[in-house]
Structure formats: structure tokens, C-alpha cells
């Protein structure tokens, strides 16, 4: 595949990820607190569905692992919203199959070839690695949002959320830096920002 359709996909990713940020931002800006729009579970969802597809493509497993972990849990938060339940059956059958059956048949001359992803020539071993901590740093997150709506029967990003977001984020940016990946690069960068503001609300709110 071209390289222009690969990054025009992780682009569309990242824009929606931004976009599910700027949505939340300014809709905590006006409240004056943290809160969590119903809009930003379904384009998180979308998003990941998009860039998982893109780290296919660029036979990154830094990138495929990260989304794999949080996928789940954008479905679970749009179920607390009772979002969920609003998509066409088919949809969910799509985006609830699909991300799972890339992995079952990543097939090269019909072998899954786990070569073309732990022993990609321009992803060093030790890059590779610094990805993978990178990605569990910052999908911990979304675990910890999780375990914290789960617990509060409701859907919201507390102050874990955001300190790891900022952590995880400094860690991929760096990756990208050295992967030489300007989605990621992009991405992350406007991000960090959204991240610390937030972080803010939440302590100037607890003051």
C-alpha cells in the first residue's frame, strides 16, 4: 500500500483523537471542571480503530499493542453511557470483530509472521521496547479511568488519568522522534497540552 493512503489514515486518528480532546477541553473550559462529553468515548473508539489499522500497515507493534489495550475500554465507557447500545448492531459486530481478527490472521505467505513485527529492521530492539513501555504507561490511563468508573458507576477522567496521560505522552513523543513518525509526533504533542490543562482544572477545582 502507499505510503500517502498509511499516513492519511494515522492522520484521520490523530485528528479525531485531537478532536475528542478539544471537544472535552471546552466543554470542561465552560463548566469550570474535569467533565467527560458523550462525543469523546465514541471518537476515542473510532480513532483507535483507525490508528490500530495504521500500525498494521506500518508494521508497528509499539503502536498496535497500545490500541489493543484501550479498545475495550472505550467500548466499556460508551456502555456506562448507554452510547453503546445506540449503534447499529452490524457496527458494533465490525468494531468489536475486526481489531481481533487482524491479530488471529496477520498471516505473510500464509504464516503469521511475528517476525515482520518484533524484527523490523527500523525498529531496533531497544526502540521497540521504549514503545512498548511507552504505549503501557499511557494505556495504565485508561485502566486506571476504568477501575475508577467502574467503581463510581459513572463515566469520568480523574487526576490519574491525566498525570499518566502526560507521562505515557512524553514517552511516545520521544519515540516518535526517534521513529521518525509525525502522526504520532503531532498528535501526542497537542495532546500534552489538553493533558496539563486539565490537570489544572482538577486541582484549582479540589482547592
Not at 471542571?33 to 506500518?58: D, E, H, M, N
Given at each position: 500500500?502507499k505510503d500517502?493512503i498509511?499516513?492519511?489514515i494515522?492522520?484521520l486518528?490523530q485528528?479525531l483523537f485531537s478532536?475528542?480532546l478539544?471537544?472535552?477541553?471546552?466543554?470542561?473550559?465552560?463548566?469550570?471542571?474535569v467533565i467527560?462529553?458523550?462525543?469523546?468515548w465514541?471518537?476515542?473508539?473510532?480513532?483507535?480503530?483507525?490508528?490500530f489499522i495504521?500500525?498494521?500497515?506500518?508494521?508497528?507493534?509499539?503502536i498496535?499493542?497500545?490500541?489493543?489495550?484501550?479498545?475495550?475500554?472505550?467500548?466499556?465507557n460508551?456502555?456506562?453511557?448507554g452510547?453503546?447500545?445506540?449503534?447499529?448492531?452490524?457496527?458494533?459486530?465490525l468494531?468489536?470483530?475486526v481489531?481481533?481478527l487482524?491479530?488471529?490472521?496477520?498471516?505473510n505467505?500464509n504464516k503469521?509472521?511475528?517476525?515482520l513485527?518484533?524484527?523490523?529492521a527500523?525498529?531496533?530492539?531497544?526502540l521497540?521496547?521504549?514503545?512498548?513501555?511507552?504505549q503501557?504507561i499511557f494505556?495504565?490511563?485508561?485502566v486506571y479511568?476504568?477501575?475508577?468508573?467502574?467503581?463510581?458507576?459513572?463515566?469520568?477522567?480523574?487526576?490519574g488519568f491525566w498525570v499518566?496521560?502526560l507521562?505515557g505522552?512524553?514517552?511516545?513523543?520521544?519515540?516518535?522522534i526517534?521513529?521518525k513518525?509525525p502522526?504520532?509526533?503531532l498528535?501526542?504533542?497537542?495532546?500534552?497540552?489538553?493533558?496539563?490543562?486539565?490537570?489544572?482544572?482538577?486541582?484549582?477545582?479540589?482547592?
Amino acid at each position: 500500500m502507499k505510503d500517502w493512503i498509511i499516513y492519511s489514515i494515522g492522520f484521520l486518528a490523530q485528528i479525531l483523537f485531537s478532536s475528542r480532546l478539544i471537544i472535552q477541553w471546552l466543554a470542561s473550559e465552560k463548566q469550570r471542571k474535569v467533565i467527560t462529553p458523550k462525543t469523546f468515548w465514541t471518537l476515542s473508539l473510532i480513532a483507535s480503530f483507525l490508528l490500530f489499522i495504521y500500525g498494521y500497515l506500518r508494521l508497528d507493534f509499539a503502536i498496535m499493542l497500545g490500541q489493543s489495550l484501550t479498545y475495550f475500554i472505550y467500548i466499556r465507557n460508551l456502555q456506562l453511557q448507554g452510547q453503546w447500545q445506540k449503534f447499529p448492531k452490524i457496527v458494533q459486530y465490525l468494531l468489536f470483530v475486526v481489531p481481533i481478527l487482524i491479530v488471529v490472521f496477520y498471516y505473510n505467505n500464509n504464516k503469521i509472521d511475528v517476525e515482520l513485527l518484533f524484527q523490523n529492521a527500523d525498529i531496533p530492539t531497544w526502540l521497540l521496547v521504549l514503545g512498548i513501555v511507552a504505549q503501557v504507561i499511557f494505556t495504565l490511563r485508561f485502566v486506571y479511568q476504568w477501575v475508577h468508573a467502574e467503581r463510581n458507576k459513572a463515566s469520568t477522567l480523574p487526576m490519574g488519568f491525566w498525570v499518566l496521560s502526560l507521562i505515557g505522552a512524553s514517552l511516545i513523543l520521544t519515540y516518535a522522534i526517534i521513529r521518525k513518525d509525525p502522526v504520532l509526533f503531532l498528535g501526542h504533542l497537542f495532546g500534552m497540552v489538553i493533558y496539563a490543562r486539565n490537570a489544572y482544572l482538577i486541582r484549582h477545582t479540589n482547592d
